[in-house]
Nanobody, 111 residues
Framework: QVQLVESGGGLVQPGGSLRLSCAAS????????MGWYRQAPGKQRELVAF???????NYADSVKGRFTISKDNAKNTVYLQMNSLKSEDTAVYYC?????WGQGTQVTVSS
């Protein structure tokens, strides 16, 4: 059973940056698509960024130009670099691959 573990969340001021990591227990990211999602209080979970097994990426309009998804197949890890953070980016961020979810990591953007 593959497991996903997110890390890197925290409290950051508006305009700041964070890098989230999603580590898999197996070598899956080189083959399968992977997505970063987020869920804010009272809102539905939404897809933030997507990276295909071959490396193609896609982003939600709300984060284009600010967030970058990347992966290191050798480390079985996918990253989400988040720059120019806004208060509306506050949410629990989850990674998902093959329908498997991580436990989530909290990102809070506040002054």
């Amino acid at each position: 059973q593959v497991q996903l573990v997110e890390s890197g969340g925290g409290l950051v001021q508006p305009g700041g940056s964070l890098r989230l990591s999603c580590a898999a227990s197996g070598s899956i990211f080189s083959i399968y698509n992977m997505g970063w999602y987020r869920q804010a209080p009272g809102k539905q979970r939404e897809l933030v960024a997507f990276i295909a097994g071959g490396g193609t990426t896609n982003y939600a309009d709300s984060v284009k130009g600010r967030f970058t998804i990347s992966k290191d197949n050798a480390k079985n890890t996918v990253y989400l670099q988040m720059n120019s953070l806004k208060s509306e980016d506050t949410a629990v961020y989850y990674c998902n691959c093959m329908g498997i979810w991580g436990q989530g990591t909290q990102v809070t953007v506040s002054s």
